[in-house]
């Protein structure tokens, strides 16, 4: 029976492991199941939250929609303006050139001669 000893030897390390494995795979059950209870006490109120971040973002959305509507809106008006003090600025242009050619013909010949004051030294 000289093979006998080393037969009975890997039988305990066989029993030994499967023990070890047991234990280890009851531990890890027990810690699963204690995580899942957490798991589901934590459910209920993260589904309220997660309503209420949907509810939010929906607020969120309808005022970025309502933002840029406005901004649209701001943009169309100020294009408007610009395009209105243009017209303004071109036809003020237009009277200052007028102006200035109905007066160049009204005072001469545009040199600016004018009576000249004579200074009496004395």
């Known amino acids: 029976m000289p093979d006998a000893f080393p037969l009975l030897m890997c039988l305990g390390v066989i029993s030994a492991c499967a023990l070890a494995m047991t234990a280890t795979m009851v531990w890890t059950a027990r810690d699963m199941r204690r995580a899942l209870r957490r798991v589901n006490a934590i459910l209920p109120s993260?589904?309220?939250a997660l309503r209420d971040v949907h509810r939010a973002l929906h607020h969120v959305r309808?005022?970025?929609?309502r933002a840029d509507q406005a901004?649209?809106?701001?943009e169309i008006i100020v294009h408007q303006a610009c395009d209105t003090a243009e017209d303004v600025v071109e036809r003020v242009s237009a009277l200052?050139?007028?102006a200035q050619h109905s007066l160049g013909k009204w005072l001469g010949n545009g040199a600016g001669a004018g009576p000249r004051r004579h200074h009496r030294k004395g």
């Open 62 to 65: 309808r005022l970025l929609t």
């Open 96 to 98: 200052k050139q007028q």
């Open 71 to 74: 901004s649209r809106r701001v």
């Open 46 to 48: 993260a589904e309220q």
